[in-house]
């Protein structure tokens, strides 16, 4: 197994239909970011042992019917999980040479969960891509939460943003987020809507305002928008969906537990509507 190399795009290939998908995020952000890009599996549940059709999600060599035969079987053994894992990981590095990868492409084999994987790579990691229908026990939610540094969720089909969302709540975690935007290189060139969700307060126009000249300042291009509603994850969809816009960014689960036992929270429910890649901030 390669080690983690720090500052790495981690793909994780837990998704069998977003696989493609997952790679191409990655590759796209690795060229941004001038980061190695990690391909990551991590080996099922020792207690789930049924296999996972990953059949045909690439199809890069030879080795195609092998996934097909594993998919047909009701049950695998541990080393016909692991031999299932080499296969798609294989086929992944072939896809990125195929694509012509800017970066180094190494590959990651995990004897334990996603789960489990999500915590060994958050120290090193700069950047960590997943499908959104995960395979895993975990959901989604769960996984996000495990996270300690940005994590790009993306659907079954990538296609590359020239502009982004970013959902500013004036939260802790939207200021860290505010902060690591000015820094990285994943927007460069890209147009930044700083859209907050609130009372037209004196307030909240200040924080926006703020918000927008650090991005400005930091020489990215940007527009600024506060919307006055309650449901915040629609008003975000919506502005999202009328201006076209590729990546929507925020931070996850800044809201307190209470707060979210309550009204619910907005970061589920974008993770459950948005169809577009989701940049989440962590809450560390």
């Given at each position: ?6 500052n790495s ?20 952000a690795?060229?941004r ?7 990551l ?15 045909g ?8 019917h ?14 016909e ?14 896809y ?5 990868a800017?970066q180094?492409?190494y590959?990651?084999?995990?004897h334990?969960?996603l ?13 960590t ?9 975990a ?12 994590i ?8 590359p ?6 959902a ?10 505010l902060?690591?935007?000015?820094k990285?290189q ?12 609130g009372?037209?307060?004196s307030?909240?126009r200040?924080?926006l ?14 527009k ?6 309650r449901?915040?994850s629609?008003?975000?969809s ?28 907005d970061t ?6 948005v169809k577009t890649?989701?940049?989440l901030?962590?809450?560390?």
């Amino acid at each position: 197994m390669s080690n983690l190399k720090p500052n790495s795009v981690v793909a994780c290939l837990d998704c069998p239909e977003h696989v493609p998908a997952v790679l191409n995020a990655s590759l796209w952000a690795s060229t941004r970011l001038q980061a190695p890009i990690g391909l990551l599996y991590a080996m099922p549940n020792v207690h789930q042992k049924s296999a996972i059709n990953y059949s045909g999600c690439l199809n890069i060599d030879d080795e195609s019917h092998l996934l097909d035969q594993f998919t047909n079987q009701e049950h695998l053994t541990s080393c016909e999980l692991k031999t299932q894992g080499k296969i798609l990981l294989h086929q992944a590095s072939s896809y990125c040479a195929q694509q012509n990868a800017k970066q180094n492409v190494y590959t990651l084999y995990r004897h334990e969960t996603l789960g489990k994987s999500i915590d060994y790579i958050n120290d090193k990691a700069q950047l960590t891509v997943i499908g959104h229908h995960v395979t895993c026990k975990a959901t989604l939610s769960e996984l996000v939460r495990l996270s300690h540094c940005p994590i790009l969720v993306t659907h079954a089909a990538f296609t590359p943003p020239n502009e982004a969302l970013f959902a500013f709540d004036n939260r802790m975690t939207a200021h860290k987020m505010l902060n690591w935007l000015c820094k990285t290189q994943l927007i460069r060139t890209m147009t930044v809507h700083v859209v907050m969700v609130g009372k037209d307060t004196s307030e909240n126009r200040d924080a926006l305002r703020e918000a927008y000249a650090r991005l400005k300042q930091a020489g990215i291009q940007c527009k600024k928008q506060l919307l006055d509603y309650r449901d915040v994850s629609a008003a975000i969809s919506y502005y999202q969906s009328e201006h076209n816009i590729g990546l929507l960014m925020s931070g996850a689960f800044g809201q307190s537990r209470f707060r979210q036992l309550l009204q619910g929270s907005d970061t589920k429910k974008l993770l459950s509507c948005v169809k577009t890649p989701y940049l989440l901030f962590p809450k560390f």
